[in-house]
């Protein structure tokens, strides 16, 4: 969350900044509204305290008139309490400031696209098919037998389908386990933990709750990581820390208006590889840089078309302070799908997490976070099937997953 402190020192800058992500501002001058009680509060409290030391140890005072200060005493705090709830309530649904080199845009329009692949693998069929069909016609996906199983959005990988999305993610954490520490984190996480980076309260609707616990299914690797740093404090010269983690990923996604409803493109389960970086604020956009590479390699490597999206102020997302989209082209759909968000937070999701580091002054200070997709597997192995498909309806397997598949064709 934002800095509630800034609020009281200059309000229309915070509100400037937070207009960028097309946010209702109206909320900040609530936020400050709670807090100015909250102060002239905490001041008669502080009054009435040291008013009932010196009553305390006046034996001339009625035992009545100490009582009704107690009860006095008792009351503002629980008023301090409450209001404090609130502006804890506020700040959680504010969005985080975002970043002064981030693109300023109300929508996706708006954004600006800075790279864009000049080789890459180019499809070899005539009329390239959507990647539902092909891997129906080969059997490696089964739609169909997913959705009796499960309902609708959620695939059934088959054969090589499902060997080729298993090599996906060995090949990514084969490909990073020198720089990221691999962690195995569970797959259910408390509200506490959801609310740590910024999933919740605001986004609750597009979560999955276990109804008879304080269990979310986690909709990334993201949120489990960065609980695992919780209220920790890094020694100085410890930072940058880097982690990664394969799980399953779990979303509420439906597609919008009917677009998007057939295929892999927007499906509850998926597996997923997440890089996760924690670093001190100096460090940001030179760390950022190096995890956009990094989240970029395996798509070159698997020689995808693919182009990054530097996102606009209002297309970001609320924890974003800044954000690159992977996007990949899908010959057989002929549209670009995002497969990986690449952003830092600054220190929104530190605040939350109570994640920090000391300088070397030896101050205690916020740590920054930040995260990327090395792989996330559906949209992938989708384009994937959809470029390297061949006019014999055959499916060519990527030269760096060969090794991992043992073979070299899908037919």
Not at 114 to 133: F, I, K, L, M, S
Not at 186 to 209: C, D, I, N, R, W
Not at 277 to 282: D, L, R
Request: net charge negative; charged share 30%.
């Amino acid at each position: 969350m934002i800095d509630y402190k800034l609020i009281l020192s200059d309000k229309e800058s915070v509100k400037y900044e937070l207009s960028k992500k097309n946010f209702d501002t109206f909320i900040i001058d609530d936020i400050e509204r709670e807090l100015l009680g909250i102060k002239f509060l905490k001041t008669e409290l502080n009054e009435l305290n040291h008013k009932r030391n010196a009553v305390n140890r006046d034996e001339s005072v009625p035992a009545d008139e100490k009582r009704e200060l107690r009860n006095r005493i008792s009351i503002l705090g629980k008023q301090i309490g409450e209001a404090e709830s609130r502006v804890n309530e506020m700040l959680l649904i504010t969005p985080n400031f975002p970043d002064r080199k981030a693109p300023v845009g109300k929508n996706e329009t708006e954004n600006i696209v800075v790279t864009e692949a000049t080789e890459y693998h180019q499809c070899e069929a005539v009329r390239p098919q959507p990647h539902w069909e092909l891997g129906e016609a080969l059997g490696i996906l089964d739609s169909g037998l997913a959705s009796s199983m499960s309902g609708s959005k959620f695939g059934l990988f088959k054969g090589k389908g499902a060997k080729l999305l298993r090599a996906l993610v060995s090949y990514c954490m084969t490909l990073f386990e020198e720089k990221y520490f691999e962690m195995l984190p569970p797959h259910m996480v408390t509200t506490k933990t959801l609310t740590y980076t910024g999933h919740l309260p605001k986004f609750a609707s597009e979560q999955y709750k276990c109804s008879e616990d304080d269990l979310w299914l986690i909709p990334t690797a993201e949120v489990p990581l960065t609980a695992a740093f919780a209220e920790k404090c890094f020694p100085p010269g410890t930072l940058p820390n880097y982690c990664m983690g394969y799980t399953l990923a779990f979303r509420r996604e439906a597609g919008s208006d009917g677009k998007d409803t057939r295929g892999l493109q927007r499906i509850h389960e998926f597996h997923k590889v997440e890089l996760l970086k924690i670093v001190e604020p100096p460090m940001v956009d030179a760390e950022l840089d190096d995890l956009l590479v990094d989240c970029l390699r395996i798509i070159k490597d698997l020689e995808l078309r693919y182009r990054v999206v530097d996102l606009c102020t209002g297309d970001m997302g609320d924890k974003y302070a800044r954000c690159f989209d992977i996007e990949v082209y899908s010959p057989g759909i002929r549209k670009w799908v995002e497969v990986s968000s690449v952003g830092h937070f600054s220190d929104y999701q530190a605040r939350r997490a109570g994640i920090r580091y000391v300088d070397k002054n030896g101050r205690k200070k916020l740590a920054y976070t930040m995260n990327g997709s090395g792989i996330a597997t559906p949209r992938v192995w989708a384009a994937i099937i959809e470029t390297y498909q061949q006019p014999d309806g055959s499916v060519k397997v990527p030269e760096a997953l060969a090794p991992f598949m043992g073979c070299n064709t899908i037919n």
